[in-house]
């Protein structure tokens, strides 16, 4: 989560705002799209029923498991948000999902 956020201020501030820099000085300059918008994946952590809110809401309940944070995470996020995914067993057996971000795919194991 900590590097996506960082990898989106570095891309808006190396890339974009520079490119809108260019353009207001007058440089002959075509924009150009760098296909790493990372506000998807960064939302499906923030917004109200995302990861962390799940992740809050399970830490304050002391009946709270792995198992229905893992169950919550999947009724509220799975298919709902392309960055998150169930786990594939093979690499980790012990993962529970998976965050497609833009480094790697995450795997969550609680």
Same mark, same amino acid.
């Given at each position: 989560?900590?590097?996506?956020?960082?990898?989106? /201020?570095?891309?808006?501030?190396?890339? @974009?705002?520079?490119?809108?820099?260019?353009?207001?000085?007058?440089?002959? #300059? *075509? &924009?150009?799209?760098?296909?790493?918008?990372?506000?998807?994946?960064?939302?499906?952590?923030?917004?109200?029923?995302?990861?962390?809110?799940?992740?809050?809401?399970?830490?304050? /309940?002391?009946?709270?498991?792995?198992? @229905?944070?893992?169950?919550?995470?999947?009724?509220?996020?799975?298919?709902? #948000? *392309? &960055?998150?995914?169930?786990?594939?067993?093979?690499?980790?057996?012990?993962?529970?999902?998976?965050?497609?971000?833009?480094?790697?795919?995450?795997?969550?194991?609680?």
């Amino acid at each position: 989560y900590v590097n996506e956020k960082l990898q989106q /201020f570095f891309n808006q501030h190396m890339f @974009t705002l520079e490119q809108e820099e260019y353009v207001r000085e007058g440089l002959d #300059w *075509a &924009n150009v799209d760098f296909g790493m918008d990372l506000q998807k994946c960064i939302d499906m952590f923030e917004k109200p029923m995302g990861l962390l809110a799940i992740f809050e809401e399970e830490s304050l /309940f002391p009946k709270a498991t792995d198992q @229905t944070f893992c169950e919550k995470l999947h009724t509220n996020l799975l298919g709902k #948000w *392309a &960055n998150f995914a169930k786990a594939n067993p093979r690499p980790d057996p012990d993962a529970h999902f998976a965050v497609i971000h833009y480094a790697e795919i995450g795997r969550g194991v609680v």
